[in-house]
Every structure is written in structure tokens, then in C-alpha cells.
T-cell receptor
Framework: DGGITQSPKYLFRKEGQNVTLSCEQN?????MYWYRQDPGQGLRLIYY???????QKGDIAEGYSVSREKKESFPLTVTSAQKNPTAFYLC???????????????FGSGTQLSVL | AQSVTQLGSHVSVSEGALVLLRCNYS??????LFWYVQYPNQGLQLLLK??????LVKGINGFEAEFKKSETSFHLTKPSAHMSDAAEYFC????????????FGSGTRLSIRP
């Protein structure tokens, strides 16, 4: 079955530690996204990528980094500079046929990150 | 820039009653609007989307939404609530010129009373 796989489902970070969240898709989608979800705040865009080897900052990129070396993969690193990393992180993808804005997002099942 | 506002962070209805979840948008150009549903500890799934073809949009699970430009609204409705509808619902907006930036509302948690 085609879809988006996020791992791990739960992740714990120690003070000063960088952690990496995995996101893999086999939908052959060009665009991939990372959102952060906090209770009562909805989803906020961290980073997005429209094509391999290119990505743009979203609204809350500080303290995060990404890479897009392969079309299928878009890992997110939460660095020690992110002082409040506890949240639910969602990866998504979509097609980008002619930059059509009405293409829906496909979401992974999320990673819950907590600080020890 | 575009934005969405969801009125009511929590809505509770009885099983069989009408469901109404409110969403108002702001956009200086014609918007594309979406409703997504999220079940606990899962990602989001698309319920329906408005892309200027028809103002009344029908989605999955019996939900529908009506685009009202004069009211800048895109409220989600379902005639008869089912226990399985209990979830969090998100309204989202984007435009043709900002296709890669999809803005989500803060969400509305829907509870169903037996």
C-alpha cells in the first residue's frame, strides 16, 4: 500500500541532544512538509520541500533542520536550539502537478516528541 | 496572506443531532479551502475540499460544507451525528500563488453524547 511512514511513534530527547524524526513516502509525491501540532494551536508549518535538494522555511523553522536528498525521504532534526520541542510532529506530502494548490495533503501518523 | 479562524475549540452534540463546525477565512485572492479530520494519535485525513467548482461540497462520511464568499465562511455540517464522528476537525486554506503554504486553523474537537 502507498503511504507515508513516520518513525518512531514516540521519541524522548535529553537536554542538549539533537534528535531526528524520519519520514518516508512511496506515493511518488514531489512536495513534502513538516508540521508541529500543539494542543489548541492547530498545525504550524516548520519546513517544506517542493523538489529534491531544495527546501524552504515555514513559519516556525528556528531550532529545526531538514534535508531532502531523496524524493522519498524528508527527515527532520530537532536541534538543542529548540527550547520547547515537546509536541506532536506530522509529516505530509502532496503532488505538485503544475503547482496546483488544490491537491490534498497525505499525512503520516505522527511522532510524539517529549523532553526527559 | 491568508488565514483561517475556527470558532469554538470544543463542540458537543448528541448522537443523531446536527453537527455544525464553523470556519471563517481571510484571503485577498480566491482561496482553496479544506476540512481535515484527525482521530486520536493519528495523522489528518481529508474530508472535503473547495476549489471553486461548486459552492456546496460533499465529502466523506456524510459531511458537507458550503463556501459563502459574502460571509467568508466555509462551515462544515452533517445532518445526523454518529459516535464515530468524535474527532478533531481542522479547516485549512491555501491559494494558487502560495500552493506550498497550507494554513491550518486551530482545530475544533467534536464530542458526541450518547
Amino acid at each position: 500500500d502507498g503511504g507515508i511512514t513516520q518513525s518512531p511513534k514516540y521519541l524522548f530527547r535529553k537536554e542538549g541532544q539533537n534528535v531526528t524524526l524520519s519520514c518516508e513516502q512511496n506515493l511518488n509525491h514531489d512536495a513534502m512538509y513538516w508540521y508541529r501540532q500543539d494542543p489548541g494551536q492547530g498545525l504550524r508549518l516548520i519546513y517544506y520541500s517542493q523538489i529534491v535538494n531544495d527546501f524552504q522555511k515555514g513559519d516556525i523553522a528556528e531550532g529545526y533542520s531538514v534535508s531532502r536528498e531523496k524524493k522519498e525521504s524528508f527527515p527532520l532534526t530537532v536541534t538543542s536550539a529548540q527550547k520547547n520541542p515537546t509536541a506532536f510532529y506530522l509529516c505530509a506530502s502532496s503532488t505538485q502537478r503544475g503547482r496546483m494548490a488544490n491537491e490534498k495533503l497525505f499525512f503520516g501518523s505522527g511522532t510524539q516528541l517529549s523532553v526527559l | 496572506a491568508q488565514s483561517v479562524t475556527q470558532l469554538g475549540s470544543h463542540v458537543s452534540v448528541s448522537e443523531g443531532a446536527l453537527v455544525l463546525l464553523r470556519c471563517n477565512y481571510s484571503s485577498s485572492v480566491p482561496p482553496y479551502l479544506f476540512w481535515y479530520v484527525q482521530y486520536p494519535n493519528q495523522g489528518l485525513q481529508l474530508l472535503l475540499k473547495y476549489t471553486s467548482a461548486a459552492t456546496l461540497v460533499k465529502g466523506i462520511n456524510g459531511f458537507e460544507a458550503e463556501f459563502k464568499k459574502s460571509e467568508t465562511s466555509f462551515h462544515l455540517t452533517k445532518p445526523s451525528a454518529h459516535m464515530s464522528d468524535a474527532a478533531e476537525y481542522f479547516c485549512a486554506v491555501t491559494t494558487a500563488s502560495s500552493a506550498s503554504k497550507i494554513i491550518f486553523g486551530s482545530g475544533t474537537r467534536l464530542s458526541i453524547r450518547p
